[in-house]
């Protein structure tokens, strides 16, 4: 296992944001954590990329226990792709990728040839290499996107964290970026995303965490714990979860627009 939380707890002031919340995830999987606005994902995602300290319960990365990691042997293990970054200058995706690798490298060094090459190898294998050169304010959402997806890559780390990676993207580039995730998973990378969007959990996530109220309201396959009854209550409204292609893909409808629709 690359990532263990037991019974993780979290209270910002008074206020409980995760309650003894427990899961496994594993080399090689793709793991997505579903559920409304305010459930406590990012919250999840500080503690285990420890930013956040003051938890109650264990989390361990790759056997080793967060809290005694320092920023730099975070690195080593585990790489953060935000859902969207906005650098105030406006380098190049070769040197946004190369910035993954400054970890690699003392405090008063630069990246030399080593961490160069890692930095093209992860260009090449994001399929961006057409970008090298362009500024990172003048290409789409989509190759951001990319370009920061490469840019854990030349980190090294193989524990993947995205948070909502195609929130803000069109319906293709959504696409193209989970595919590309989806590929690394395959390629034995973990990795963790935050969703909204059950539809896209069930054609690329080996495994769904569902959260409610900063409590586990189901772990499993998506097969196993997509439904109508879960989505239903993740997210208050009421969801017919149809199955296609003999349950090879399930699709969240809203019964508000079948009823429509029948009209």
């Given at each position: 296992m690359s990532v263990l939380v037991d019974e993780l707890s979290f209270v910002y002031d008074v206020r409980p944001v995760?309650?003894?919340v427990s899961f496994?995830?594993?080399?090689g999987k793709f793991l997505s954590v579903l559920g409304a606005n305010g459930v406590?994902?990012?919250t999840l995602f500080r503690c285990i990329l420890g930013l956040l300290r003051g938890y109650r319960g264990t989390i361990r990365v790759e056997g080793q226990d967060v809290r005694h990691l320092s920023a730099r042997e975070m690195a080593k293990r585990v790489a953060y792709i935000p859902q969207s970054h906005h650098p105030s200058f406006n380098?190049?995706?070769?040197?946004m990728v190369l910035m993954g690798t400054t970890g690699q490298v003392s405090a008063v060094s630069m990246p030399g040839r080593k961490q160069a090459e890692r930095a093209e190898q992860a260009i090449e294998r994001l399929g961006i290499a057409s970008l090298h050169d362009r500024g990172f304010h003048q290409i789409s959402g989509g190759e951001r996107q990319l370009t920061m997806i490469?840019?854990?890559l030349a980190q090294n780390a193989r524990v993947l964290i995205l948070d909502e990676p195609t929130a803000n993207l069109d319906f293709?580039?959504?696409i193209k970026v989970l595919t590309q995730i989806r590929s690394l998973a395959e390629e034995g990378y973990t990795v963790v995303q935050a969703t909204h969007n059950p539809d896209q959990t069930f054609l690329f996530s080996d495994r769904v965490l569902a959260l409610k109220d900063g409590r586990v309201l189901a772990d499993g396959t998506p097969a196993d714990i997509v439904s109508s009854e879960l989505m239903q209550t993740l997210y208050g409204v009421e969801i017919e979860?149809?199955?296609?292609y003999d349950d090879a893909v399930?699709?969240?409808?809203?019964k508000a627009a079948i009823q429509r629709s029948e009209r």
């Open positions: 995760l309650d003894r496994v995830a594993e080399d406590g994902k990012s380098y190049t995706v070769f040197d490469a840019r854990a293709g580039n959504q979860v149809q199955r296609l399930r699709v969240c409808i809203p």
